[in-house]
Each structure stands twice: as C-alpha cells, then as structure tokens.
C-alpha cells in the first residue's frame, strides 16, 4: 500500500554524499524539523528526468523556498556516487540527492517500480511529495509514464493554493 497524506516518512536508510564520502542516515534524520519537498526518478541521467524533471526543481528552488519549503531532495534508485555526479553535471547544487541504492526507501513508501521490461530492474515511480517534520502533508504520483503532477511547477502550484 502506497504512503498518503497523513503518514510518516518510513525510517530507512538513505545515502548523502558528504565532502568525506558517502554519508548513510536515518530518513528520520534527513525529514526532521523541516518542511522537504521530494522528488522521486527512476533514474539519474535517463532522458525526462534529465532534461526536465531535475532542472525543473532547480529552476524552481527559490519559488520553492517562497511558500515555505526548507529544503529540496530528489531519491532515485541508484548508487549516491551516479546521483553526486547527476547533481554537478546538472549544476543542481539546490538540490539533497538521496540514494535509494537498494530500492529500501521506495518499496517502504509503497512506490516501486518494477522496470525489468525496460532492462532497469526495481526503480522508484515519479512521484513528488512534501513532509513538514517526517510527516506527508501532499502526495502526488505519476500515472504510468507520464510527467505531470511530480514536476515543480505542478507542486509549487499546489502549495500556492494549500493554506
């Protein structure tokens, strides 16, 4: 069953890339205290997400920040090492890259994605959230796929008209 509006992120372990390397933590750790938007791919480099979903949320950071959202994530399933290096290519400097290497974080959320069709194996669906504190206040998954509902200009559109 997919996460929803209402429930905590799950704990698991996420991977930062730190100035010293790889930095495992507690998704906990990471949602604590703060208002987060994340953004999930099922790849680092792979076309759409390359070209537009990425760039979108760079272009939007401080829009972002402007309706109160503290810090801007995107989650794929790879190494932290292919997501530090999407990060500088893209100069998307805005942006906490957390590695979901093992798909842990993904299944926890109920947003999997079997893409063994396609020769990319498990994967995370598209999908954009916000939690405020650990907490999922907005959820919004891509049908199939599609780019729509997970970009930044959707979500920063839907939080212009929370209250």
Not at 67 to 96: H, M, P, Q, Y
Request: glycine share 12%; with cysteine; proline share 4%.
């Amino acid at each position: 069953m997919s996460i929803k509006a209402g429930d905590q992120i799950p704990d698991t372990i996420i991977t930062t890339m730190s100035d010293s390397g790889p930095n495992p933590m507690r998704a906990s750790d990471y949602f604590k205290g703060r208002k987060v938007a994340l953004f999930s791919v099922p790849g680092a480099f792979t076309p759409t997400c390359s070209a537009r979903h990425l760039p979108g949320f760079v272009e939007q950071a401080e829009a972002l920040a402007a309706v109160g959202i503290e810090a801007i994530a995107c989650t794929a399933v790879n190494d932290i090492f292919v997501l530090d290096a999407w990060r500088k290519s893209a100069g998307a400097d805005a942006i906490d890259m957390l590695a979901d290497g093992n798909g842990e974080f993904v299944q926890a959320l109920g947003l999997a994605l079997d893409a063994t069709g396609f020769g990319m194996g498990q994967r995370g669906q598209r999908f954009a959230l916000v939690a405020d504190d650990g907490v999922v206040s907005d959820l919004f998954v891509e049908d199939g796929g599609e780019f729509r509902v997970s970009s930044a200009e959707y979500l920063l559109g839907a939080l212009a008209k929370s209250p």
